[in-house]
């Protein structure tokens, strides 16, 4: 059987004496997706931040491709970044107010001295090329969202963790960006670890739900029994959320 492409053993980070995240285990195969739900507060997006090391695990074991990342260096961790991008709730936070389409996207392949093709990663993500010189205020929430994907996706990584991705998007932008995501795991065969407390969007994309709460995973399994059949009252509260 072959290594998954993400393996999260025990993980755990703290705040002083809160855990964020206590002891959470999960696995991401090639090309499927993983949703990790949970209530505000149930410690998720702590989680995908310490699975892309923006914050350092407290302990616990995070293998990417079978490499350990828990406990590498910034330096030796560096080459291996391009392999896994984080994809941002609010994207407007995590873009360059001054900087137009073309340079946001082209960012990661200049900082990594590599050549790519912002034309074409714009018309992957379903960005019309005019759009290239606009800056992120004069962009709709979609439009800066494709932005967004469209840089994390620069680099031809193998794994995106999404932190609640469509959350800030009204339905029908939702819908646009959740068959996105589907065309481009298809086309390129990517790994998801999709963030979200939002049970109608991860019935559509997941392979698999973790659910979490107050930093613990409390229920797991395959997509359609756990949306369907969920047994732990976490899980009830969200599946009863779904309008």
């Known amino acids: 059987m072959s290594e998954p492409l993400l393996s999260v053993r025990d993980l755990r980070k703290d705040y002083g004496r809160r855990q964020a995240v206590a002891g959470v285990s999960l696995e991401v195969g090639r090309g499927e997706t993983v949703a990790v739900v949970g209530e ?27 490499v350990e990342l828990a406990g590498l260096s910034a330096r030796r961790l560096r080459p291996l ?15 360059n107010p001054r900087w137009s389409v073309r340079r946001l996207i082209g960012e990661p392949l200049r900082v990594q001295g590599r050549e790519g093709d912002v034309a074409g990663l714009m018309a992957e993500v379903g960005l019309d090329a005019a759009l290239a010189g606009r800056l992120p205020h004069q962009l709709s929430g979609g439009q800066r969202q494709r932005v967004g994907i469209a840089r994390a996706l620069a680099l031809s990584p193998e794994l995106l963790v999404l932190d609640e991705p469509v959350t800030a998007l009204d339905v029908s932008v939702q819908a646009q960006i959740v068959n996105l995501l589907l065309r481009l795991q298809e086309e390129r065969g990517l790994g998801y670890l999709f963030i979200s407390h939002d049970l109608s969007v991860v019935g559509a994309l997941a392979h698999r739900v973790v659910v979490m709460s107050e930093g613990r995973v409390v229920e797991s399994g395959p997509a359609g029994r756990v949306l369907s059949r969920p047994e732990h009252p976490c899980t009830r ?6 309008p």
């Open 40 to 66: 505000s507060g149930s410690g998720k997006s702590t989680l995908g931040r310490c699975v892309v090391r923006l914050s350092r695990p407290t302990s616990g074991s995070v293998r990417f491709d079978g």
């Open 81 to 95: 970044r391009s392999r896994f991008q984080l994809v941002f709730q609010d994207p407007s936070s995590s873009l």
């Open 237 to 242: 509260r969200l599946v009863d959320a779904v």
